[in-house]
């Protein structure tokens, strides 16, 4: 019996890493998993130009709001279905995975029904009805960590995933409300290695949530990785000005692929290359 109020999620009885497999993509496997795309799907053709121009650059999966979950109730809301069927159409000409929210347990098999990933938001994380809802999905969750919530809240909030009979879980920690005031979230780099000891469920890390502003997404995306992260999630957009949600945050296309670029020199870095890299057997035939 395990020790831990988590017993599905915990290392104490799963010791080796899990890897959540989205399509051809591997999350927590030996290569990084990057997200990108726009805080909210806006138009068709605005979302198929990012996705063709992030998946060029070297995002492996598209993000993209369709139900948003707003501070203000006269704030855009989201295209709903619609957004969900531009990004399944997303999907199939790019071939990329795609990932959105889902905020009420009414909406998860709709949701599910268009997208790879389904999302849950920090504003969420807490929400039992939903959480169990998502277990008893085949889709894979990301579960975003709760503002003011701790790890172990967070965990337990896998548990009742993992419990639903779900065993596809990613975490995502996308900063947390501190006194700091010069970010829109403090981004807790601590709970990169804290969960990882604590779990076996692979955690990718949110640096445009985590920040708030797009110049400094760049660093904290290297120290995500840096920190043993999986991957990460980022928002991008090819004119962040005009952004319905979260212009402020959001990455150009020519910053995003520098990101990339970036990301995978500190993922070397730290983890070597992965394995059957041509590089690696360059070096080794040297
Ligand atoms: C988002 O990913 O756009 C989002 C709303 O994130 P969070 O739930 O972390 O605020
Ligand atoms: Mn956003």
Same mark, same amino acid.
């Given at each position: 019996?395990?020790?831990?109020?988590?017993?599905?999620?915990?290392?104490? !009885?799963?010791?080796? #890493?899990?890897?959540?497999?989205?399509?051809?993509?591997? &999350?927590?496997?030996?290569?990084?998993?990057?997200?990108?795309?726009?805080?909210?799907? !806006?138009?068709?053709?605005?979302?198929?130009? &990012?996705?063709?121009?992030?998946?060029?650059?070297?995002? #492996? &999966?598209?993000?993209?709001?369709?139900?948003?979950?707003?501070?203000?109730?006269?704030?855009?809301?989201?295209?709903?279905?619609?957004?969900?069927?531009?990004? @399944?159409?997303?999907?199939?000409?790019?071939?990329?995975?795609?990932?959105?929210?889902?905020?009420?347990? #009414?909406?998860?098999?709709?949701?599910?029904?268009?997208?790879?990933?389904?999302?849950?938001?920090?504003?969420?994380?807490?929400?039992?009805?939903?959480?169990? @809802?998502?277990?008893?999905?085949?889709?894979?969750?990301?579960?975003?960590?709760?503002?003011?919530?701790?790890?172990?809240?967070?965990?337990?909030?896998?548990?009742?995933?993992?419990?639903?009979?779900?065993?596809?879980?990613?975490?995502? !920690?996308?900063?947390?409300?501190?006194?700091?005031?010069?970010?829109?979230?403090?981004?807790?780099?601590?709970?990169?290695?804290?969960?990882?000891?604590?779990?076996?469920?692979?955690?990718?890390?949110?640096?445009?949530?985590?920040?708030?502003?797009?110049?400094?997404?760049?660093?904290?995306?290297?120290?995500?990785?840096?920190?043993?992260?999986?991957?990460?999630?980022?928002?991008?957009?090819?004119?962040?000005?005009?952004?319905?949600? #979260?212009?402020?945050?959001?990455?150009?296309?020519?910053?995003? @692929?520098?990101?990339?670029?970036?990301?995978?020199?500190?993922?070397?870095?730290?983890?070597?290359?992965?394995?059957?890299?041509?590089?690696?057997?360059?070096?080794?035939?040297?």
């Amino acid at each position: 019996m395990s020790r831990k109020p988590y017993p599905l999620a915990s290392r104490e !009885e799963h010791p080796e #890493d899990s890897i959540v497999r989205v399509g051809h993509v591997l &999350i927590g496997g030996d290569q990084p998993v990057l997200m990108a795309g726009p805080c909210s799907v !806006e138009t068709r053709e605005g979302l198929i130009d &990012i996705a063709l121009a992030v998946k060029s650059a070297g995002a #492996d &999966i598209l993000r993209g709001g369709a139900f948003k979950p707003r501070s203000s109730p006269y704030s855009f809301q989201g295209l709903g279905e619609e957004g969900l069927r531009y990004l @399944a159409e997303a999907r199939s000409i790019t071939g990329m995975p795609v990932i959105s929210e889902v905020m009420e347990p #009414d909406a998860v098999a709709l949701v599910a029904e268009y997208v790879d990933i389904l999302q849950i938001g920090a504003r969420n994380m807490q929400n039992f009805p939903l959480l169990k @809802a998502v277990g008893k999905t085949n889709r894979p969750v990301m579960l975003k960590r709760g503002f003011s919530n701790t790890v172990e809240e967070w965990l337990m909030s896998a548990e009742y995933i993992l419990a639903g009979g779900n065993p596809n879980v990613i975490l995502c !920690e996308r900063g947390i409300r501190t006194f700091e005031t010069s970010t829109r979230n403090t981004l807790d780099l601590n709970a990169v290695p804290v969960a990882q000891e604590l779990t076996h469920l692979p955690v990718v890390v949110d640096p445009s949530h985590g920040t708030g502003y797009a110049r400094y997404v760049l660093p904290m995306a290297r120290a995500g990785i840096a920190a043993g992260a999986s991957g990460l999630i980022v928002e991008v957009h090819p004119e962040p000005e005009k952004a319905v949600s #979260d212009g402020q945050q959001s990455l150009t296309l020519d910053a995003f @692929a520098e990101m990339v670029t970036q990301v995978r020199q500190v993922w070397t870095a730290v983890h070597g290359l992965p394995r059957g890299s041509s590089v690696a057997v360059g070096q080794i035939n040297a």
